[in-house]
């Protein structure tokens, strides 16, 4: 049976002013604000609005910080293909949330599929602090209902 070899890409999409801003918030020094995208069949998978698919290091995201090998899966391209279409309705643009519902757990839901694996915990982690965060989940839900009426 063949396999083929998933990679999870770690983006930091903060600068240094915002990942301290949120370190003191949530207190707790954090490494960075990250995206995140599975790399699989020579294409790179992510959710960006909708469930995106490019060519690898070809996204506005820049260059990775890590990058991990997840495993080996033996999960054919339309075997995955069908799966992102399952997931379609629940990774769309109206369904993003900057802390429940993102790249991330976009990664971590494929990567499951995929290998069975979740993505690093500290990339979870920082989403996970900020929704025990009454400050931010309020400064989140301000930018989801300016978000919300541009549509």
């Not at 369904?95 to 499951?112: K, P």
């Amino acid at each position: 049976m063949e396999t083929n070899k998933v990679i999870l890409r770690v983006y930091d999409i903060g600068n240094e002013a915002i990942t301290k801003t949120i370190s003191l918030m949530i207190g707790k020094e954090i490494k960075g604000i990250f995206h995140t995208s599975v790399e699989i069949f020579g294409s790179e998978y992510y959710f960006q609005n909708k469930i995106t698919m490019s060519l690898p290091n070809k996204t506005t995201f820049g260059n990775p910080v890590r990058i991990h090998t997840l495993g080996e899966t033996s999960v054919t391209r339309e075997m995955l293909e069908e799966y992102l279409e399952i997931l379609e309705h629940k990774y769309n643009s109206s369904s993003y949330h900057l802390i429940h519902n993102n790249c991330n757990n976009f990664t971590d839901t494929v990567c499951l599929f995929l290998v069975e694996k979740n993505i690093p915990e500290y990339i979870l982690e920082v989403q996970e602090l900020a929704a025990e965060n009454e400050m931010i989940c309020g400064m989140v839900a301000l930018m989801n209902r300016e978000r919300d009426s541009k549509f």
